[in-house]
């Protein structure tokens, strides 16, 4: 009677026979005794921490330095391991821009008084006496518990852009054989961009008018916001340039008439369509 063929130490994942160092069933690693000692968190603490290769480190960089080349990666050459997903970096982005307790383009969050200059301004008016007079609070009173419900919800509705200006690029940009989904994955990164140029864009400006004010220029704040607000636009222009030259291959004449018509899109999703959801939300919750 033959016996029974010798059987290998098995996957501690999914309990089949480990012929190497991997497990050819599920992938998982062979658990050596030294990486249960803590001289080898240690270490692999400190390679996750400092390597450049670690992919939120190096897709945070190639979205920066690079523009387009996450876009390009991900759809044209389907390199879907080599930088995290556009889902993924839009949502790790987010959550740091939801936590970062300042952060720099405040036109995201409206004050309360400015609700009635919108152009739903007659809605929001009507609402806002409303809830006035119900709890018997003044405009000041109620601003108070509206607008710090409004300040965090501005920072998690930045998705409400993403179809809508996935439509207008794909409706741009109908010749490049892309999929909606292909666009709007261009699009997160572009989220993702305005994002991180937002949290960074203070640590700039708050030195940059501590320089304006000490040189004995005009000590006029709204020139100051409107060259703040050139850099913002010079900004998102220079991303949008990279991720049509990167990306789609898009020759640079044609370039910036797609970006104007791409920005002006943001704006008036943004005009129309974010201001307007922020504010029902943030009523809602306050």
């Known amino acids: 009677m033959l ?3 010798p059987q290998g130490p098995s996957c501690l994942n999914c309990g089949s026979v480990l012929s190497g ?3 050819t069933a599920c992938g998982q690693k062979r658990v050596d005794a030294f990486e249960r000692s803590l001289t ?3 270490v692999e603490f400190w390679r996750v921490s400092t ?3 670690n992919r939120p480190i190096a897709s945070l960089l190639r979205l920066l330095a690079a523009p387009g080349e996450l876009t390009r990666a991900y759809v044209v050459e389907g390199a879907r391991r080599r930088y995290m997903s556009p ?3 839009f949502l790790m982005t987010n959550l740091l821009f939801f936590l970062l307790p300042g952060y720099g383009l405040r036109d995201f969050s409206v004050g309360l008084p400015m609700q009635s200059l919108q152009w739903y301004g007659r809605i929001a008016q009507w609402l806002i006496d409303v809830r006035l007079a119900s709890r018997g609070l003044s405009l000041e009173q109620y601003a108070a518990l509206y607008e710090p419900v409004a300040d965090d919800l501005a920072k998690s ?3 409400v852009h993403a179809p809508f200006l996935a439509l207008v690029q794909a ?4 010749r490049s054989g892309w999929y909606y989904v292909d666009h709007l994955a261009g699009v997160l990164h572009f989220l993702a961009f305005v994002m991180v140029f937002a949290m960074l864009l203070p640590r700039v400006v708050e030195p940059a008018w501590t320089l304006w004010t000490a040189m004995g220029l005009p000590q006029r704040e709204e020139w100051f916001e409107s060259a703040v607000q050139a850099i913002v636009i010079l900004a998102l222009g220079a991303w949008l340039w990279g991720l049509l030259g990167r990306a ?4 640079w004449p044609w370039r910036p008439p797609v970006i104007i018509a791409l920005l002006g899109s943001f704006w008036v999703i943004h005009i129309l369509l974010y201001r307007f959801t922020q504010f029902l939300l943030a009523y809602a919750l306050s």
């Open 3 to 5: 016996s029974p063929a």
């Open 21 to 23: 160092r991997y497990c």
């Open 40 to 42: 080898h968190q240690l």
């Open 51 to 53: 390597n450049v290769e």
């Open 87 to 89: 889902v993924a970096l």
């Open 157 to 159: 509705l930045i998705i």
């Open 171 to 174: 409706l741009l940009l109908r």
């Open 248 to 251: 789609y291959g898009l020759g």
